[in-house]
């Protein structure tokens, strides 16, 4: 069973969303059959890096609030994110474009690490204060992860990956995808926001159900006889 997860490394609330996530998926009798695959979605996709500009002072910007207000607002983001474990720090999380921290992750699924990319860069994001889209930066990050330094420098420096960010982002808009985090399981049902372990629990086995019956397993009505296995090759029945 196929769960797609659209996400932002700049977005607070994927990451609480995670962590939700993945202690519904604790619970869940048939987490082993479970793929997991992370897409691409741009929040701010003209964001321009401001290495001066913390995350309070953006959003007070945006917003058209004070410092104070913004301030205010991340303290209680803070508190949601420290209630899954996670510690943030929006004083000093550098405002940056998302675009290249994508292409890391894409470049990260190509070797089965792309839960390990988002995990990363989050916490680079959102604990650390590391500015995601400097170059160094994500070779560090990427390297972090078991990524070659080499392989991420060439991304970088080329137009590698744009189209599967681009993909993402497409599929995301045909879906109707307005907000992340955002998980759609099997393509057929979705959970939109960081809701309860127990709601993801609840959407993983109704989809489950669902899938089991379109993929049934094959009953064995007779035991063998006449058969050869890889293990016992091939044996005279008694």
Not at 40 to 66: C, E, H, M, R
Not at 90 to 116: C, E, M, P, Y
Request: glycine share 6%.
């Amino acid at each position: 069973m196929e769960i797609e997860i659209w996400s932002d490394v700049m977005c607070p609330f994927c990451y609480i969303g995670k962590r939700k996530f993945e202690a519904g998926l604790a619970q869940f009798a048939h987490n082993t059959d479970v793929n997991v695959v992370w897409k691409s979605f741009q929040l701010n996709p003209g964001l321009k890096t401001d290495p001066s500009k913390n995350v309070n002072q953006y959003l007070a910007d945006i917003k058209g609030w004070s410092l104070q207000q913004a301030e205010q607002m991340n303290d209680r983001v803070t508190d949601m994110a420290r209630e899954v474990g996670l510690e943030y720090h929006f004083d000093k999380a550098i405002v940056a474009n998302s675009w290249d921290a994508h292409r890391l992750v894409q470049l990260a699924k190509t070797k089965g690490l792309g839960d390990a990319a988002e995990e990363r860069l989050f916490r680079a994001y959102f604990t650390e204060g590391k500015n995601t889209s400097d170059p160094t930066t994500l070779i560090e990050l990427g390297t972090d992860i078991g990524l070659d330094a080499s392989a991420i420098s060439q991304m970088l420096t080329s137009n590698a990956f744009h189209d599967e960010v681009n993909h993402d982002l497409y599929e995301a808009q045909q879906l109707g995808i307005r907000g992340v985090p955002f998980f759609v399981l099997n393509r057929k049902y979705a959970v939109s926001g960081a809701q309860a372990p127990e709601t993801f629990l609840g959407a993983l086995e109704t989809a489950w159900a669902e899938w089991e019956q379109q993929h049934p397993k094959l009953t064995e009505v007779a035991a063998s006889e006449a058969a050869c296995t890889s293990e016992d090759g091939c044996v005279l029945p008694d």
